[in-house]
């Protein structure tokens, strides 16, 4: 269970030019979803939180109009990452809270697989 | 502020040659402490939950401790496919679901 897929896992695209990753969880409702950028042997860096139905919340310093973030259902949240250029290269990773176990509230997320995005 | 520190930041084992890792934590009031399992090139895989001080998870050769200030990854008799990053991350249920993230322990295990 609390399996998170993430579409594409690799891409290249020319700079300027705009590139949408989606984010799913595949058998179960994830209310919030989060979406993580991690640069080479570094950890991962929390970029916005994703939830259902209204808008992202973004952490400081990251542009909410070059990462546009789309959260439309219970299981699909999408990173467009627009105008990009060659310092967006890098790994990005979506997760998903489930949102309870039994009464209590869940804090635990479960990663997909990582999109690498390479500009050129 | 929470804070997460792991250590060592790079831990090379032999085969078999059993060890632990550190996640200090300072949390305001902690909701859960996470260990995930990173592959390079992957995303973070889920691994343990720990929510109060004496609590203990095992799987398979790890096994995950917490005390009030810290919490451990023991690895019993490690294997080569044990390599990875080893990721800590704590929620205070500050508010929000956000995870606070260690920069992780990478552990290598030569056969």
């Known amino acids: 269970g609390a399996v998170v897929s993430q579409h594409p896992s690799r891409v290249i695209c020319k700079s300027g030019t705009s590139v949408k990753i989606e984010c799913r969880s595949l058998d179960f409702q994830a209310t919030t979803m989060f979406w993580y950028r991690q640069f080479p042997k570094q950890s991962l860096m929390l970029m916005a939180t994703s939830n259902e139905g209204s808008k992202a919340t973004y952490e400081q310093g990251v542009e909410k109009d070059k990462f546009l973030i789309n959260h439309a259902s219970l299981t699909l949240s999408t990173l467009t990452v627009t105008s990009a250029h060659p310092e967006d290269s890098s790994f990005y990773i979506c997760?998903?809270?489930?949102?309870?176990?039994?009464?209590?509230?869940?804090?635990?997320?479960?990663f997909g697989p990582g999109t690498r995005l390479t500009v050129t | 502020e929470d804070q997460v520190t792991q250590s060592p930041e790079a831990l090379r084992l032999q085969e078999g040659e059993s060890s632990s890792l550190n996640c200090s934590y300072t949390v305001s009031g902690l909701r859960g402490l996470f260990w995930y399992r990173q592959d390079p090139g992957k995303g973070p895989e889920f691994l343990f939950t720990l929510y109060s001080a004496g609590e203990e998870k095992e799987k398979e050769r790890l096994k995950a401790t917490l005390t009030k200030k810290e919490s451990f990854l023991h690895i019993t008799a490690p294997k080569p496919e044990d390599s990875a990053t080893y990721l800590c991350?704590?929620?205070?249920?500050?508010?929000?679901?956000?995870?606070?993230f260690g920069k992780g322990t990478k552990l290598s295990v030569i056969p």
């Open positions: 991350a704590v929620h205070s249920g500050a508010g929000s679901y956000q995870l606070t």
């Open positions: 997760s998903a809270r489930v949102p309870r176990v039994g009464l209590a509230v869940n804090y635990e997320q479960y």
